[in-house]
């Protein structure tokens, strides 16, 4: 158990909707990132948060979003869904924010996502 | 992003030693090196880091090689377990997000 907790694990929706992963990071980790692991794409970074700012984006897509709370609890939001959102995303969460202060990345279980 | 090169796959026998390579002949002088492995239906877990010197850990030790373009995980006695996917990443001084590759599928044989 890594300490990062990802919910829904599972979620099943049509294409044009909207939906929103919930990820709570380790207790004391003030950055939070989200990852998109697809079969053909693999591991993609999408965003980091670090003590809610945005720190680095990656190839987040237009119609997704996320944002830190005050809580430090993290939200990616994916709307316009597509089939090719269909994928595995990933929170994980650091201590730091910046270089070798970072520690390690911690890695929840993943949300599976599936458009139809 | 500084970028890795790693075998697509290798297998090896339980309880044998694993030396898993990885090229980065393009590294800079503050690129940190990063293992870290994906084991099947779950996200990635660090596995171990250095800089210029060889690094030892509970799961694993990190052999850098002298001009730092290239470097070695190593399994000491490999487990069922550790059948996974494992990343090879640099990471910069002034970032912390991690760029995973392709890595290295490791198949562990009984």
């Known amino acids: 158990d890594s300490g990062v907790t990802q919910t829904p694990k599972h979620l099943i929706t049509a294409t044009g909707q909207r939906v929103t992963l919930r990820c709570s990071p380790r207790?004391?980790?003030?950055?939070v990132y989200w990852y998109q692991q697809s079969l053909d794409q693999g591991l993609q970074f999408l965003i980091q948060?670090?003590?809610?700012?945005?720190?680095a984006k990656g190839n987040i897509l237009e119609r997704f979003s996320a944002q830190q709370f005050p809580d430090l609890h993290s939200e990616l939001n994916l709307s316009s869904l597509e089939l090719g959102d269909s994928a595995l995303y990933f929170c994980?969460?650091?201590?730091?924010?910046?270089?070798?202060?970072?520690?390690?990345?911690?890695f929840g279980e993943g949300s599976r996502l599936t458009v139809l | 992003d500084a970028k890795t090169t790693q075998p697509n796959s290798m297998e090896s026998n339980e309880e044998e030693p694993v030396h898993l390579p990885c090229n980065h002949s393009?590294?800079?002088?503050?690129?940190?090196i990063h293992w870290y492995r994906q084991l099947p239906s779950q996200g990635p877990e660090y596995v171990i880091h250095?800089?210029?010197s060889n690094v030892n850990n509970r799961m694993a030790s990190l052999a850098i090689a002298e001009d730092r373009k290239s470097s070695t995980l190593i399994l000491h006695r490999a487990t069922l377990r550790d059948a996974a996917v494992y990343y090879c990443?640099?990471?910069?001084?002034?970032?912390?997000?991690?760029?995973f590759g392709t890595g290295t599928l490791l198949a562990v044989q009984p």
């Open positions: 250095g800089l210029t």
């Open positions: 990443i640099l990471r910069g001084s002034t970032t912390s997000k991690l760029i």
């Open positions: 948060y670090y003590n809610g700012e945005e720190r």
């Open positions: 994980a969460s650091s201590v730091g924010g910046l270089g070798p202060r970072t520690g390690e990345l911690f």
């Open positions: 207790s004391g980790d003030l950055s």
């Open positions: 393009t590294i800079s002088g503050t690129d940190y």
